[in-house]
C-alpha cells in the first residue's frame, strides 16, 4: 500500500483460489457476499463475519449477477443470456437469451443501476468466432434486454453514480475509464467522455462506487485497485499481492469493507510459485462507506 492508503486495512483473505473470481455483490439481508468463479461454473456465497464459503455448480459460465427483490433468487448474466437462478434449488428460469449460438461471445460484467436495470455487456473470447460488430452492451428493462453499445471487446468496469446520473464503463483493452450521463428516467445515455486513463500493464477490470461517488476500479495485470474522485483524478491506491485483481464491492454490516476477486488463470507456474494467493478473495476496511447494492427491479420467482 501507498502512504496515501494508511487508512485502508487488509481484515481477511478467503482462500477461493478462484480460476476467474469475479462479480461480487453484498447482500445486506442475508449478510453474505455472492460472487462467482466464471471458469469453474461455479457461484460462490460467503457469509460474513463467520468466513464461511459455499459453492454452487452452473449450467453456463456466470459472468456477473444482481439481487432481486426475493432473497432466495439471484439475477444473472450467464454466457448466454440472462435468467433468474435459485442457489438453494439450482432451478435456472430464462429471461433472454444474448447469445443463444456461441460466437466466441459470452457475457460477462455487470451492475444493477439506481432505477432497478440490469446492465451487463459480453466480450470476445475466441476473436476467430466473433461477429464484425464484436461484443454488446446491454440493459434489461424488466425481462427485455436492449442493445445500448456495440464494437466492446471487453466489457467491464460497469457502476453507476450514487444519484443514478452517471454510467461508468470501460472496453478493458482500451485502457480507457469512460463515463456517461445516464437518464435515471429512461436509461438512456449520452455521450462518452474519457474519465480516466490507464497506462503499462494496468488494464481497467470490475468497479464500483462509494457513497461519496468515488470509482473503485480494479486494475488487471497490476496488482491494485485505484479509487478516484468524481473528477477522474486518483483518491487512494490499494497494492495486492497478486497481479489478476478483478473486480470490487463494498459490503458488511456497515457497508464499510471493500471485497476485491482475483484469479489464477493464465499464470504460468512460475507466476502462481510468486503469487499463491492468486485467485483468493480479499478483504480491505476500506476507510470509506460504500452504497446497499440495488436491487433488480423486474419480478422474480419464475421457477
Known amino acids: 500500500m501507498t502512504a496515501e492508503a494508511a487508512t485502508i486495512e487488509l481484515v481477511k483473505i478467503i482462500p477461493a483460489q478462484c480460476a476467474l473470481g469475479e462479480g461480487p455483490v453484498w447482500d445486506h439481508r442475508l449478510g453474505c457476499l455472492w460472487f462467482t468463479d466464471i471458469a469453474a461454473a461455479q457461484l460462490l456465497r ?25 432473497p432466495a433468487q439471484l439475477i444473472c448474466a450467464f454466457a448466454s443470456g440472462f435468467a ?52 454488446t452492451l ?28 452517471v454510467l461508468y464503463f470501460t472496453d478493458t483493452p482500451t485502457q480507457v475509464i469512460e463515463r456517461y450521463q445516464l437518464d435515471p428516467a429512461t436509461g438512456a445515455l449520452g455521450a462518452a467522455e474519457i474519465f480516466a486513463r490507464l497506462t503499462g500493464n494496468a488494464y481497467p477490470d470490475g468497479a464500483d462506487v462509494d457513497a461519496a461517488g468515488r470509482l473503485w476500479n480494479a486494475e488487471w495485470g497490476s496488482g491494485r485497485v485505484t479509487a478516484y474522485n468524481s473528477d477522474g483524478s486518483r483518491f487512494v491506491q ?13 459490503g458488511g454490516a456497515d457497508c464499510n469493507l471493500l471485497f476485491v476477486t482475483t484469479a489464477r488463470t493464465g499464470l504460468s507456474d512460475e507466476a502462481l510459485a510468486k503469487e499463491p494467493q492468486a485467485g483468493d478473495l480479499f478483504v480491505y476496511r476500506a476507510g470509506v462507506t460504500g452504497l446497499p447494492a440495488p436491487v433488480w427491479r423486474g419480478r422474480g420467482r419464475r421457477r
Open 46 to 70: 460467503l457469509d460474513w463475519p463467520s468466513a464461511a464459503l459455499t459453492r454452487f455448480d452452473l449450467p453456463e459460465r456466470l459472468g456477473s449477477l444482481g439481487l432481486t427483490d426475493d
Open 84 to 135: 433468474l437462478y435459485t442457489p438453494a434449488t439450482g432451478a435456472c428460469a430464462w429471461l433472454c437469451k444474448t447469445e443463444p449460438d456461441y460466437r466466441g461471445l459470452r457475457m460477462n460484467d455487470g451492475r444493477i443501476d439506481r432505477e432497478g436495470r440490469f446492465w451487463a455487456g459480453s466480450m470476445v473470447e475466441d476473436s476467430t468466432l466473433a461477429p464484425p460488430e464484436q461484443a
Open 138 to 165: 446491454y440493459r434489461l428493462d424488466g425481462e427485455s434486454a436492449t442493445a445500448v453499445r456495440r464494437g466492446i471487446a471487453i466489457s467491464n468496469a460497469i457502476a453507476f453514480a450514487p444519484d443514478g446520473t
Open 238 to 250: 490499494i497494492e495486492l499481492p497478486v497481479s489478476q485483481v478483478s473486480c470490487v464491492t463494498f
